[in-house]
């Protein structure tokens, strides 16, 4: 992600519309619609248990009188072949992380301190060197890039799961990438400078996905609201983003029956996990539709309060259209890259993010839960963001 931050947005009037807004959603439902999504188990796109909550998502909305129809596409994903890290006399059992590149490299260890966030490589030298850095505080493929640009040549992610546990990167690595866990890993901190020889061993395959898109009959809509619907492999994906994605399926129940849901399709995307695929191939296929679009509101883990704050990111029109102090809802900034709205900020479309941080269980199989009253505030503060950019 990047780190452009805004300020809080200027905040409006409270009106017996808004007020009535505020009890709008139900939490009762959006607690269901969330234990639905996560009976499926990890939702990794292309498999059995996408496919089930892509049916599931389409279903609901067709209860409440959209026309749904799915948008399919192809990418390619790698799957682990037995890759190795081999330190002085001893290997590791180690995974390669999904956007890794397969490559053989060799380097002295490098130890990365702290917790691994972006001032812990600060005055680094990796030159040719093969980085062990805790997984965590920041992205895996943030880290990965820090360590590219400091020389290098590979990284090893030591993380709280047990080894085999499999990872993404979420985007393209710039250099090989593996974890392990911390039990089996701790060893390494004390063998800085011993040669390494790192084999990433990866096949690629070819991932069919879907994306879920929920429409009342505009064929040339002016915002759309949009979450990713996917997980990583090993986890349930309840905040990461089932917490999004079920903020949107009650949003579109909430317009339903309002002349805004002429102007908005509601998105579901998948394959965001392993590099924004969805959104990027909708924006792809579809360029005289985005060219159309007054905004792209995007909702990605927004059911945990890590910062005490619903983080807004994006286009300056667009914050100031958050009325958060009407809703009585604390907002606060968020990063402006990592998720599903990048794509249409790329196209030239006005975004918002919304975001409440990485919580501890990001990407982990511990990531179980998610607040249905956080959602509903978030949901509210979109349809508010709605309201004022429709009419």
Same mark, same amino acid.
């Given at each position: 992600?990047?780190?452009?931050?805004?300020?809080?947005?200027?905040?409006?009037?409270?009106?017996?519309?808004?007020?009535?807004?505020?009890?709008?959603?139900?939490?009762?439902?959006?607690?269901?619609?969330?234990?639905?999504?996560?009976?499926?188990?990890?939702?990794?796109?292309?498999?059995?248990?996408?496919?089930?909550?892509?049916?599931?998502?389409?279903?609901?909305?067709?209860?409440?009188?959209?026309?749904?129809?799915?948008?399919?596409?192809?990418?390619? %994903?790698?799957?682990? &072949?037995?890759?190795?890290?081999? /330190? !002085? =006399?001893?290997?590791?059992? $180690?995974?390669?992380?999904? @956007?890794?590149?397969?490559?053989?490299?060799?380097?002295?260890?490098?130890?990365?301190?702290?917790?691994?966030?972006?001032?812990?490589?600060?005055?680094?030298?990796?030159?040719?060197?093969?980085?062990?850095?805790?997984?965590?505080?920041?992205?895996?493929?943030?880290?990965?890039?820090?360590?590219?640009?400091?020389?290098?040549?590979?990284?090893?992610?030591?993380?709280?799961?047990?080894?085999?546990?499999?990872?993404?990167?979420?985007?393209?690595?710039?250099?090989?990438?593996?974890?392990?866990?911390?039990?089996?890993?701790?060893?390494?901190?004390?063998?800085?400078?011993?040669?390494?020889?790192?084999?990433?061993?990866?096949?690629?395959?070819?991932?069919?996905?879907?994306?879920?898109?929920? %429409?009342?009959?505009? &064929?040339?809509?002016?915002?759309? /609201? !949009? =979450?990713?619907?996917?997980? $990583?492999?090993?986890?349930? @994906?309840?905040?990461?983003?089932?917490?999004?994605?079920?903020?949107?399926?009650?949003?579109?129940?909430?317009?339903?029956?309002?002349?805004?849901?002429?102007?908005?399709?509601?998105?579901?995307?998948?394959?965001?996990?392993?590099?924004?695929?969805?959104?990027?191939?909708?924006?792809?296929?579809?360029?005289?539709?985005?060219?159309?679009?007054?905004?792209?509101?995007?909702?990605?883990?927004?059911?945990?309060?890590?910062?005490?704050?619903?983080?807004?990111?994006?286009?300056?029109?667009?914050?100031?259209?958050?009325?958060?102090?009407?809703?009585?809802?604390?907002?606060?900034?968020?990063?402006?890259?990592?998720?599903?709205?990048?794509?249409?900020?790329?196209?030239?479309?006005?975004?918002?993010?919304?975001?409440?941080?990485?919580?501890?269980?990001?990407?982990?199989?511990?990531?179980?839960?998610?607040?249905?009253?956080?959602?509903?505030?978030?949901?509210?503060?979109?349809?508010?963001?709605?309201?004022?950019?429709?009419?």
């Amino acid at each position: 992600m990047s780190r452009q931050l805004f300020s809080r947005g200027v905040l409006g009037l409270v009106t017996i519309g808004l007020l009535a807004l505020a009890q709008a959603f139900s939490t009762e439902r959006m607690q269901a619609d969330l234990e639905a999504l996560l009976s499926q188990g990890p939702r990794v796109a292309g498999l059995p248990a996408t496919t089930a909550a892509g049916e599931y998502l389409a279903a609901e909305l067709r209860k409440v009188g959209y026309m749904v129809e799915f948008q399919p596409f192809t990418y390619s %994903r790698t799957r682990d &072949q037995g890759s190795s890290l081999q /330190v !002085g =006399a001893a290997t590791f059992p $180690v995974s390669s992380i999904a @956007g890794s590149p397969g490559r053989r490299v060799e380097g002295p260890l490098a130890v990365v301190p702290g917790a691994g966030l972006a001032a812990d490589f600060a005055n680094l030298n990796l030159q040719g060197a093969i980085a062990v850095v805790r997984r965590g505080g920041i992205p895996g493929l943030e880290k990965a890039r820090l360590a590219a640009e400091r020389g290098a040549v590979g990284i090893v992610l030591l993380t709280e799961e047990p080894s085999g546990t499999r990872f993404t990167f979420g985007g393209n690595s710039p250099i090989p990438g593996v974890t392990l866990s911390q039990s089996d890993g701790a060893g390494l901190f004390s063998q800085a400078g011993t040669r390494a020889v790192l084999d990433v061993r990866i096949l690629t395959e070819e991932v069919q996905g879907r994306n879920v898109i929920a %429409r009342r009959g505009s &064929q040339n809509p002016l915002v759309v /609201v !949009g =979450a990713h619907y996917d997980s $990583v492999p090993g986890s349930p @994906g309840a905040n990461d983003n089932a917490s999004g994605t079920v903020t949107v399926l009650e949003l579109a129940r909430q317009l339903a029956d309002s002349p805004l849901s002429a102007q908005i399709w509601f998105m579901f995307f998948d394959g965001e996990e392993d590099g924004l695929w969805g959104s990027r191939r909708f924006v792809e296929q579809n360029p005289e539709i985005v060219r159309g679009l007054k905004g792209m509101l995007n909702l990605d883990m927004v059911g945990v309060n890590v910062n005490g704050t619903l983080g807004i990111g994006g286009s300056g029109e667009l914050r100031a259209l958050a009325d958060c102090n009407a809703l009585q809802v604390a907002c606060g900034s968020a990063p402006g890259g990592g998720s599903d709205h990048v794509p249409f900020a790329q196209a030239g479309v006005p975004v918002l993010f919304f975001f409440r941080g990485l919580d501890p269980n990001y990407h982990r199989p511990t990531d179980t839960f998610a607040d249905p009253v956080l959602m509903a505030q978030t949901g509210r503060v979109v349809r508010g963001v709605l309201e004022r950019l429709l009419r």
